[in-house]
């Protein structure tokens, strides 16, 4: 079970919404190779093209702060401010329901 899942959201600027999510894309194969690693996915929304969200699983918290740190997340970040309006908004969740 994972100690910690987290949903991050990011809105892409206008005309950058296929740049934004090729870049979330990239992180998909690395992150999955992650010790800890879960889930992680990236979405689109239906209702408005412009945001993104990416949902991950974590077994522990400090495999995620791990995951923070790698140069490839590292990189993407920086180009957080190029690519969309405002910063990334991560909330982090823990399970209260029984494995299913």
């Known amino acids: 079970m994972a100690e910690l899942s987290n949903v991050a959201y990011f809105t892409a600027k206008p005309g950058r919404s296929k740049k934004l999510g090729d870049e979330l894309l990239r992180l998909v194969a690395p992150s999955r190779k992650e010790a800890g690693c879960l889930r992680y996915e990236i979405h689109q929304s239906n209702d408005v093209p412009d945001v993104w969200m990416v949902l991950e699983n974590w077994r522990y918290a400090s495999d995620f702060k791990l995951h923070m740190s790698t140069d490839y997340v590292r990189a993407f970040m920086v ?22």
């Open 79 to 100: 180009k957080v401010p190029d690519l969309c309006v405002e910063d990334v908004e991560i909330c982090g969740y823990r399970q209260r329901s029984p494995q299913a």
